[in-house]
């Protein structure tokens, strides 16, 4: 351990700052300053500057502010992504278009993002967590992301359609899918593979704070032929429906597909927490589960799984390959409850398998039939 601590400390993590506050600026450095495996190699007042200063610095990971003049978050994140890419930390504020912009930027590549201090009496809890997410950012996998593929997102994203549900019914298959560190992007692929006709309700459980899933709810569902929204106390399954935990709340469902919402303690550290509704959903569900584990943190999600693949259901893990980390799916795997472990891009089209399968090979019922 000490041997381990020394090489921490004589190799600490570089980092580079970028924000258009100086007070921000000040107060990130002069904290990081003070964490021993953490050095704060430079110091950039938007994002021009920070595009200039990279090259010459090599910065393990970047903090990055999301509104900034010149050049904002977004367009920063781009050019690092393409050009340079280390895993970036978003500095969000906690209006509703500063949510807009991180879920964004996390479906683009950041790997995580920490909500600005809304007062200076918060600072130092805010500071724990800037130290805390760079040390865990500088072990994620970073890939770089074309500027087609930009592109082709911003397509989507602008994207609207009519969508229609039909009531969850004795047959239909459920289709659970947890998410941490990497997630957003991760998710942004997938929903965006599933077809329209697929007769399945949704469940997504992402680790997010409270405040910023309803914004990755409405980023999620311009992008799928389904519909996704945020859940909410009494939602009911309905094929077609994908519904997103919110942050700061477990979910379950009753044996009539009833969410509920509560706020027991955090499991594995996080609320929501996939393992609560993984548990709950195969007690009540069983075999007519699908679950997927993705990219993540920590092994959230592998207690549920394991339920999920006893009792007959089918659980998909993504394969290391393809998870910017890849802790949970492999937790699931040395659990031995993956059926199958899949890259991100061959994961739709298995959960589609799947479903059929267990509604009878059937294409389904069309949605809004009575």
Same mark, same amino acid.
């Given at each position: 351990m000490e041997s381990r601590a020394s090489a921490e400390v004589n190799n600490p993590i570089r980092v580079l700052v970028v924000d258009d506050s100086a007070y921000m600026r000040f107060t990130i450095t002069r904290y990081l300053s003070e964490?021993?495996? &953490?050095?704060?190699v430079g110091v950039a007042r938007d994002g021009e500057e920070a595009l200039e200063m990279i090259p010459r610095l090599n910065p393990q990971v970047v903090t990055l502010d999301v509104e900034m003049p010149r050049m904002d978050g977004l367009s920063t994140l781009q050019e690092i992504m393409r050009t340079? $890419?280390? $895993?970036?930390?978003? @500095?969000?504020? @906690? /209006?509703?278009?500063?949510? !807009?912009? /991180?879920?964004? %930027?996390? +479906?683009?590549? #950041?790997?995580? =993002?920490?909500?600005?201090?809304?007062?200076?009496?918060?600072?130092?809890?805010?500071?724990?967590?800037?130290? !805390?997410? &760079?040390?865990?950012?500088?072990?994620?996998?970073?890939?770089?992301?074309p500027l087609a593929a930009w592109q082709e997102e911003d397509r989507r994203g602008q994207a609207t359609s009519v969508?229609? +549900?039909?009531?969850w019914r004795d047959g239909?298959?459920?289709?659970?899918?947890? #998410?941490?560190?990497?997630?957003p992007r991760a998710l942004n692929a997938l929903v965006s593979a599933l077809p329209v006709d697929m007769p399945a309700a949704l469940l997504i459980v992402q680790h997010m704070p409270?405040? =910023? +899933?309803?914004?990755?709810?409405?980023?999620?569902?311009?992008? %799928? #032929?389904?519909? &996704?929204?945020?859940?909410?106390?009494?939602?009911? @399954?309905?094929? *077609?429906?994908? @519904?997103? #935990?919110p942050g700061g709340f477990h979910l379950t469902l009753d044996a009539n597909g009833t969410v509920n919402l509560s706020q027991n303690p955090p499991v594995h550290g996080v609320r929501p927490a996939v393992d609560v /509704?993984?548990?709950?959903?195969?007690?009540? =569900? %069983?075999?007519? /589960?699908?679950?997927?584990i993705l990219t993540g943190m920590g092994n959230d999600g592998a207690n549920g799984a394991a339920l999920v693949h006893a009792l007959g259901g089918y659980v998909i893990a993504e394969d290391e390959s393809t998870a910017v980390v890849w802790g949970?799916?492999?937790s699931v795997i040395e659990a031995q409850a993956a059926d199958a472990v899949l890259p991100l891009h061959a994961i739709p089209t298995a959960i589609e398998q799947q479903?059929?399968?267990?509604?009878?090979? *059937?294409?389904?019922?069309?949605?809004?039939? $009575?």
């Open positions: 964490v021993q495996d &953490i050095q704060v340079q $890419p280390r $895993p970036v930390i978003m @500095l969000s504020s @906690l /209006t509703k278009e500063g949510t !807009q912009e /991180t879920v964004r %930027a996390l +479906t683009l590549g #950041a790997v995580d =993002f920490v909500a600005k201090p809304e007062s200076k009496a918060n600072i130092q809890v805010v500071m724990d967590e800037v130290v !805390q997410k &760079i040390r865990r950012a500088v072990h994620v996998r970073v890939r770089s992301l969508k229609s +549900t039909r009531p239909d298959v459920l289709v659970v899918i947890g #998410a941490s560190t990497g997630g409270a405040g =910023f +899933t309803r914004s990755l709810a409405q980023r999620l569902d311009t992008l %799928a #032929a389904f519909k &996704i929204k945020e859940a909410a106390p009494g939602d009911r @399954l309905e094929v *077609g429906l994908g @519904l997103l #935990a /509704t993984l548990l709950s959903v195969a007690q009540h =569900f %069983a075999s007519r /589960t699908v679950g997927v949970m799916p492999r479903v059929r399968q267990r509604n009878g090979g *059937g294409r389904g019922e069309p949605y809004g039939t $009575p």
